[in-house]
């Protein structure tokens, strides 16, 4: 599978943004997907992740009721809605794809990268 994240972006405190993890290969629909971050001079974190079929989804503590991660497995694509977005969400976002169906918060699980979209959020 190859990942193409996009939609990053310099925004405002308080707006939303979306991302988009094009992917290619035919086992996306077969994949759980995730989106994780980095901040500057910090670890990878979890963002959101999604089951293969996009019926449970697990999101970190920081970003609840904010983001909201989804899937179109025709378009063999993964989406994330950010919305309420705070100076502390800045980080290079990355989508995933994962060896496992179901939601997996761990980055072990994720065979599959993509290059990373940056978010910048502005006070």
């Known amino acids: 599978v190859q990942l193409q994240a996009s939609g990053g972006g310099l925004v405002q405190a308080g707006d939303s943004l979306g991302l988009s993890c094009a992917a290619s290969g035919r086992t996306f629909s077969s994949s759980g997907m995730a989106w994780f971050r980095q901040a500057p001079g910090e670890g990878r974190d979890i963002v959101a992740t999604?089951?293969?079929?996009?019926?449970?989804?697990y999101y970190g503590d920081s970003v609840k009721g904010r983001f909201t991660i989804s899937r179109d497995n025709a378009k063999n694509t993964l989406y994330l809605q950010m919305n309420n977005l705070k100076p502390e969400d800045t980080a290079v976002y990355y989508c995933?794809?994962?060896?496992?169906?179901?939601?997996?918060?761990?980055?072990?699980?994720?065979?599959?990268w993509g290059q990373g979209t940056e978010v910048t959020v502005s006070s």
């Open positions: 995933a794809a994962g060896r496992y169906s179901t939601t997996n918060f761990l980055m072990r699980n994720y065979d599959y």
């Open positions: 999604i089951s293969s079929s996009g019926s449970h989804t």
